[in-house]
């Protein structure tokens, strides 16, 4: 019964009966991975998807110098390595966790069986897996067109949302955040120092207000420069 509770709060089974949820409860295997475990590795085969119940996980590619690029951060309720399903194929990127982490993993084949009969899980995944593309979209635009201190800012504006408030808190440390922004954490500790000594941001140590909610918007959309 604890599973099917979890599950009834995940968005991406919304709409599913007690019945169904007890279904997916029966497929699902729950892992307890401490901080800094990997849980899949690019190249891996894609046996399956996950749902993060608990505690933080990072998406990552690395380069031939072993320089690493963060592709998501995700948190409770979310999913992460879904195209496996679909395509069959081996995992594209790796999974790290960031914190002592409980994820729920659901193996291909069987998945694949219950969304036959269930169609809506099929259609919410669909959505999720929409909403990961239009971020994939968001990111290649920020590292392609935009300097790192407006990809700072938008970061900064989509926490202050998320947050509701214009007082927030960073979610990850500064070097994966430096990662996920496509920069180095010397330059995106520069970076910080600008916005507080020009009055964006007030800032200390991983909690940050925002000032100029102005001038940051223009920031992440290129209309200043720093």
């Known amino acids: 019964?604890?599973?099917?509770?979890?599950?009834?709060?995940?968005?991406?089974?919304?709409?599913?009966?007690?019945?169904?949820?007890?279904?997916?409860?029966?497929?699902?295997?729950?892992?307890?991975?401490?901080r800094g475990q990997t849980i899949f590795a690019e190249g891996d085969p894609g046996l399956g998807f996950y749902i993060l119940a608990e505690g933080q996980v990072k998406i990552y590619k690395l380069s031939m110098e072993g320089k690493e690029q963060i592709l998501h951060?995700?948190?409770?309720?979310?999913?992460?390595?879904?195209?496996?399903?679909?395509?069959?194929?081996?995992?594209?990127?790796?999974?790290?966790?960031?914190?002592d982490s409980r994820v729920l993993f659901f193996p291909r084949a069987s998945f694949l069986e219950l969304i036959r009969t269930n169609p809506a899980v099929a259609m919410n995944m669909l959505a999720a897996l929409s909403l990961r593309l239009k971020k994939f979209a968001g990111m290649i635009e920020a590292l392609s067109l935009k300097e790192v201190p407006g990809r700072l800012a938008s970061h900064l504006l989509l926490l202050a949302s998320q947050q509701n408030g214009d007082t927030l808190t960073l979610t990850i440390g500064k070097a994966q955040l430096a990662s996920l922004l496509g920069t180095i954490p010397e330059t995106l500790s520069r970076i910080f120092k600008k916005l507080n000594e020009s009055g964006y941001i007030a800032s200390e140590?991983?909690?940050?207000?925002?000032?100029?909610?102005?001038?940051?918007?223009?920031?992440?959309?290129?209309e200043k420069r720093l």
């Open 73 to 99: 951060i995700f948190g409770p309720g979310e999913p992460f390595a879904e195209a496996a399903v679909f395509a069959g194929r081996s995992y594209p990127a790796y999974a790290d966790t960031l914190k």
């Open 205 to 222: 140590g991983g909690e940050i207000r925002i000032i100029n909610r102005d001038g940051l918007e223009e920031l992440a959309s290129g």
């Open 1 to 34: 019964m604890e599973l099917v509770k979890l599950l009834d709060t995940i968005p991406l089974f919304q709409g599913l009966t007690q019945e169904q949820l007890a279904e997916l409860a029966m497929i699902l295997t729950d892992q307890k991975i401490k």
